[in-house]
């Protein structure tokens, strides 16, 4: 543990998130800072940039805005490789015993999620008004639903919106709103998968709620608490000064005054770029809350969810609580370490509660729950999720024997990335400057580059040129890595149901992995069997 905390100690004056750096590597375990901070040193750390920059050295490298998503650096002390899954041998569990039909393709790994039927354990969002999310919007959107997953439109889109209209304080049309909903339904099978509309008391007070419900047959509607990432209001850049008036004038806070003629003459001479636009924090209430369920309801919002952060210990009970009394669909705890558009970075590094930490939390509350015979919605985790052996942990952990609680797990970071190579690489094929080590290896057009392009050319025919490569790219993530990934572990496990994976089928790595989480060492699980068949 020694040499993790010295290694975290390093970030603290030099970070990649915000482009800083320190001139030598032997820096102070304390400070961060160099053991011998000099004056004729040209290199950017963190204390040079805030003595430049204030409050921009807070965020991810602000020119990058819009192309880029940020995560946490700091190493949390637990995370999903404390975990291995154990492999089984001597059975074939949810299929026929049959070597002939107990094959890895034939792994189920569709689970349901608030009522709503998906084929793989996945949830892709929240991709709110950040420029990130609205320039990538179609791949997201239609890679999501070629995989049969849920989608969730974040917070302010509608806000945002410059083409929004709004009367008496209330929306009654937004052309990026119904823009993203039309692209995910675009290629939906009408079974599989869903998207959703996220409203933070910012959308609440504009009414996206009842505008999604009324005029765009939205049937999922998400109330959001807050995020891992950040434990306040939404943030995004702003780099157009009548866009930050406009915004100031819906009601938003903007940084620093749009309006001052100060700050805009500052702005027009490029002392600064961009405005920071920022939402409120919510302060809920169990009996609001419970009302309000029940008025999303009687709006007719055909399934409710929640997202929330990785608040304290006693917020995660009260949330469950209240989830519990509402009867909310399903509720994603979103633990530190993801990522988003736009987060300070000391708040991704150093608060709230890691994933790991979180879910186990998040157990506690749902056994307890039912253990007094009270509702228990379906959970979502979050938090740093990339690949299939992450998805199986989460879902394995918190089965304690009559099915998981977690019933899958919400992906931000990861499918943006996925659509924003796509988009990248396919640029550099239609301008013929693909690396040549990837054009060597994998072909110089997106037609031999994309593996699954084969398959969903037969599956829709004439259609396929509807359909952009980044969603090409975000279908393969999800459902030819991911999905194949995932069906190889349960079947290496002997479960051909996703359901059928529990507590029993993974070993701590760690002393705090097993302290944390109850899951025994790996030379102390099953340790009595020896003795037991042998014996």
């Known amino acids: 543990m020694s040499e ?13 998130t915000t482009g800083t750096t320190t001139r030598v590597k032997d820096t102070s375990p304390t400070s961060g800072m160099c053991p011998i901070c000099i004056r004729d040193c040209p290199i950017m750390c963190e204390i040079s940039l805030s003595g430049f920059r204030g409050r921009e050295a807070l965020y991810p490298e602000p020119v990058q805005f819009g192309y880029s998503t940020a995560g946490a650096l700091k190493d949390f002390g637990l995370d999903w490789s404390h975990f291995n899954i154990q492999a089984g041998l001597f059975e074939a569990l949810g299929i026929e015993e049959n070597s002939d039909v107990a094959l890895f393709p034939n792994v189920s790994t569709e689970t349901r999620v608030g009522g709503i039927p998906i084929k793989v354990p996945i949830l892709a969002g929240a991709f709110g008004s950040t420029d990130v999310a609205r320039l990538n919007w179609e791949g997201l959107a239609i890679g999501t639903a070629l995989s049969g997953a849920i989608i969730i439109v974040g917070e302010n889109v509608c806000g945002m919106d410059p083409e929004a209209q709004i009367t008496n304080g209330k929306v009654t049309y937004s052309k990026e709103l119904k823009r993203r909903v039309d692209l995910f339904r675009k290629f939906w099978d009408g079974k599989y998968g869903e ?11 504009l009414g996206v709620d009842v505008y999604a419900i009324s005029k765009l047959e939205v049937n999922v509607i998400e109330r959001k608490w807050g995020q891992g990432a ?24 903007v940084i620093p005054d749009p309006e001052d003629p100060t700050v805009q003459q500052a702005f027009k001479e490029g002392v600064f770029k961009s405005f920071e636009r920022h939402s409120r924090v919510g302060i809920p209430k169990e009996k609001n809350m419970v009302e309000d369920i029940e008025w999303l309801r009687k709006q007719g919002a055909k399934h409710v969810t929640l997202k929330t952060g990785a608040y304290r210990p006693s917020a995660v009970a009260y949330t469950m609580k209240i989830a519990s009394e509402a009867k909310i669909d399903a509720v994603y705890f979103d633990g530190a370490g993801g990522g988003t558009g736009m987060s300070p970075v000391p ?56 099915g998981p609680f977690v019933k899958a797990v919400l992906m931000g970071r990861s499918p943006l ?23 060597d290896r994998f ?74 989480t109850g899951i025994p060492l790996a030379h102390e699980t099953e340790k009595d069997a020896v003795e037991r068949i042998l014996g």
């Not at 998207?195 to 007070?205: K, L, M, S, W």
């Open 443 to 516: 072909g110089n057009t997106p037609e031999k580059f994309f593996i699954a392009a084969p398959e969903l050319k037969e599956k829709y025919g004439n259609r396929f040129k509807e359909i952009p490569w980044e969603a090409v790219a975000l279908y393969t993530y999800l459902t030819d890595r991911i999905g194949v990934g995932l069906k190889q572990l349960l079947a290496g496990n002997r479960k051909w149901k996703l359901e059928l994976i529990n507590r029993n089928d993974l070993m701590s790595l760690s002393e705090i992995a097993a302290q944390v």
């Open 347 to 402: 708040m991704m590094d150093e608060m709230s509660i890691p994933t790991v930490y979180l879910e186990a939390i998040v157990l506690k509350c749902a056994q307890l729950l039912k253990k007094k015979g009270r509702y228990v919605p379906d959970i979502i985790m979050a938090g740093g999720f990339i690949n299939e052996t992450q998805i199986f942990k989460a879902i394995a952990m918190s089965n304690f024997g009559d």
């Open 417 to 439: 990335t996925a659509v924003m190579k796509a988009n990248y690489f396919k640029q550099l094929s239609e301008e013929g400057k693909l690396p040549k080590a990837f054009a």
């Open 195 to 205: 998207i959703a509309v996220q409203t933070n008391v910012e959308d609440q007070r």
């Open 230 to 253: 950040k434990a306040i209001g939404g943030e995004v850049r702003v780099r157009d000064l009548d866009r930050a008036i406009m915004l100031k004038k819906r009601g938003y806070v």
């Open 4 to 16: 993790r905390v010295h290694r975290n100690s390093s970030y603290l004056n030099g970070k990649s």
